[in-house]
């Protein structure tokens, strides 16, 4: 059952990832739509490709925490020349229903002018803190396993079930903690990175109008500083279940990115997990004890 844990929590864990890619690749796409000019005299829908060429590896130069992404015009990557083009039939899906997909491994976005596809943002799912070295729930594992065999030795029985309970204790808790960290790594690095683009865009495209950056942060909030204070903040700052970050979009014009911390809603995993953890060991301890041999 311990596996089984463990195993449980890589699910809302890797889900935190995959909804960081998806929300990057929706950022990076409305980024490149506003900042891009049309072509001059282009007929049809489409950007100017060498305005768009440089737009997407200027992108590289921002420091955004999630680097790994690829821009496609029509099915040519712009940003890297040696990698995977976009298959004609994954261009022909974005057309026919224009939302974030996923192919390869990677979200795909489609890259629209005046709604129709012309191109996509592909970006690679991220690897969060919670996934490196196995995560915190990794070692609850082995302190669980550690526990578990302690709880094994000649023990009276209410003792040996104290143990096997503190081993699914530690397992759940750890493994909890995983998935709650994982949700507010990704939501912070969205914030933070929806705010540097928002910022670039607007230096790019002379705009300081919120409604003009606001598919930028598709699922924010994004409004005037409604302090003084609010507007000297620097960094991510927490209120309640919000993540916030200012945005400096001008001298003097101080706007704040605001986005639903995604934290607190994983409140439902800690049951789940707890129950999974205590599961195993206390069925282990349910059994040595029956195993006891009776006093005669």
């Given at each position: 059952m311990g596996l089984v844990t463990y195993g449980v929590s890589r699910v809302p864990v890797t889900a935190a990832g995959r909804a960081l890619a998806e929300r990057t690749a929706a950022s990076i796409a409305a980024y490149l739509a506003l900042t891009t000019p049309r072509p001059l005299h282009g007929v049809g829908p489409g950007y100017d490709l060498p305005r768009l060429l440089i737009r997407a590896r200027g992108l590289e130069s921002l420091p955004r925490s999630v680097a790994r992404f690829e821009v496609y015009h029509g099915t040519a990557p712009l940003v890297a020349a040696t990698a995977r083009p976009l298959a004609p039939s994954e261009l022909a899906a974005l057309r026919d229903t224009p939302v974030v997909s996923w192919s390869?491994?990677?979200?795909?976005?489609?890259?629209?002018?005046?709604?129709?596809?012309?191109?996509?943002?592909?970006v690679a799912r991220p690897r969060l803190a919670a996934?490196?070295?196995?995560?915190?729930?990794?070692?609850?594992?082995?302190?669980?396993?550690?526990?578990?065999?302690a709880a094994s030795r000649p023990r009276a029985p209410k003792t040996r079930l104290g143990?096997?309970?503190?081993?699914?204790?530690?397992?759940?808790?750890?493994?909890?903690?995983?998935?709650?960290?994982?949700?507010?790594?990704?939501?912070?690095?969205?914030v933070l990175d929806t705010a540097v683009l928002i910022g670039d865009a607007a230096r790019l495209a002379h705009t300081r109008a919120p409604d003009r950056l606001a598919p930028l942060a598709a699922g924010a909030r994004l409004a005037r500083a409604d302090s003084p204070a609010a507007a000297r903040?620097?960094?991510?700052?927490?209120?309640?279940?919000?993540?916030?970050?200012?945005?400096?979009?001008?001298p003097g014009r101080r706007y704040v990115l605001s986005a639903q911390d995604a934290g607190p809603g994983t409140a439902a995993w800690l049951f789940l997990l707890l129950a999974c953890g205590f599961a195993g060991?206390?069925?282990?301890?349910?059994?040595?004890?029956?195993?006891?041999?009776?006093?005669?």
């Open positions: 390869h491994g990677v979200a795909v976005a489609p890259l629209e002018d005046d709604g129709t596809v012309v191109g996509a943002v592909a996934e490196r070295w196995g995560g915190l729930g990794l070692w609850g594992l082995v302190l669980a396993l550690a526990l578990a065999y143990w096997y309970a503190l081993a699914g204790l530690a397992l759940g808790v750890t493994s909890y903690v995983d998935v709650r960290r994982a949700a507010r790594e990704a939501t912070d690095r969205w903040e620097d960094g991510l700052t927490r209120s309640h279940d919000t993540v916030r970050v200012a945005v400096r979009l001008g060991p206390l069925t282990l301890g349910a059994a040595a004890a029956r195993s006891e041999p009776s006093p005669s």
